[in-house]
DNA sequence: ATAATATGCTAACGCCGTTAGGCTTTTAGG
DNA sequence: CCTAAAAGCCTAACGGCGTTAGCATATTAT
């Protein structure tokens, strides 16, 4: 019957190259299951289910953003730290927005492997501020709003919320990240 | 045959309705019609198809989403609108999650009256900053900074993204919006 | 060589949005 | 008031979807 050996790997890789190049909304297990020459049932040996494929596509773009993340920070401090990594962040979003909406989409509560990914986003943030006097919950804070700030902006950007007046949106964020960064010095203060 | 002689209008508010109770998710036309009593087929004699549905539910959310804006911002001046009119977005969009996600996504290009419709979510931002003596220019990016964070700090917290620490979001908020306000004043000096 | 497992198949189920065509009640015009 | 048009709703059907059950064959392990 020429079976050619599929393998899970190979099922969840072309599911993400599927995401990535026909967007989140025209995923289909039937169209997936023609690029590997393969009928829709017979996935069914290789994943449980959708929601599973979502779950691992989904870790492992958010891999791939913690590793854009770490680069990013690679070697520098403070306020520098800062803005690389929101453009790292900001640059993910933009360049591959199915694959960061996949991230959303994921179900953070119940799943073991998400909730463990979801630190890995964290990670890079908290180090990126390490370089700023701070206390332990004021960083909680302080992730979550940066993390506010970089998220706001791509969503809200990809769903053409932005497109009312005609400045540049980097401009924008560059002001956000700014701002944030002015946000840090004074907790610093407090502190 | 013992028809009920419905309107667009019902139809439009029964999808509303449906969409609040049981997730923009779980929404389907069939379930619709079901709920008036109706053929699913029978729904296009009053909607086009159901991205038109999702068109005028949006129109609806971003209407009662500018009402509570206004409601917040009404005699309020500068800090205590801005953190009056932060405080309603967010209460929106906790409350009535799933019709806050209809606005996002509502396709912001093409149609008009979305177009216009995004408008009136701007509108009470800026009517909010009028206190602060900012240029053109920077208004706009203020604006969409604040969007930015508004929107980030619900769609993150709906999605399950702030479970990572133990510390309170409501917190995180306020002090996310007191960077904001720190941001305008500053922004003041500069003008 | 044989047993077990892995990989694939067909057929079917119950959902979904949507269209075509027909029937009956309501409304509008002369 | 009678008739023509329109509005409201129907059944039947199409092609799509995710998923399950049951079966065949190829690969692997004993």
Do not use: W
């Amino acid at each position: 019957m020429a079976r050619q050996g599929l393998t899970r790997t190979d099922v969840i890789g072309a599911a993400i190259e599927m995401i990535e190049s026909e967007g989140l909304h025209n995923f289909s297990l039937r169209e997936l299951a023609n690029r590997l020459h393969i009928k829709a049932a017979s996935l069914y040996s290789h994943i449980r289910n959708m929601d599973e494929l979502y779950t691992e596509a989904g870790c492992y773009a958010i891999s791939e953003l913690k590793k854009m993340q770490l680069d990013a920070i690679a070697g520098k401090q403070r306020s520098e730290a800062i803005e690389s990594l929101a453009d790292a962040y900001y640059r993910f979003g933009k360049e591959r927005p199915e694959i960061y909406k996949v991230i959303l989409s994921l179900p953070m509560v119940k799943n073991d492997a998400i909730h463990r990914a979801g630190f890995d986003i964290v990670e890079p943030i908290m180090t990126a501020m390490a370089g700023y006097h701070l206390a332990g919950e004021q960083m909680m804070h302080l992730q979550r709003i940066f993390r506010s700030i970089m998220h706001g902006f791509i969503s809200q950007e990809e769903a053409g919320c932005f497109r009312q007046f005609p400045v540049d949106v980097g401009e924008s964020y560059r002001m956000a990240v700014r701002g944030f960064i002015l946000l840090l010095e004074e907790s610093e203060k407090e502190a």
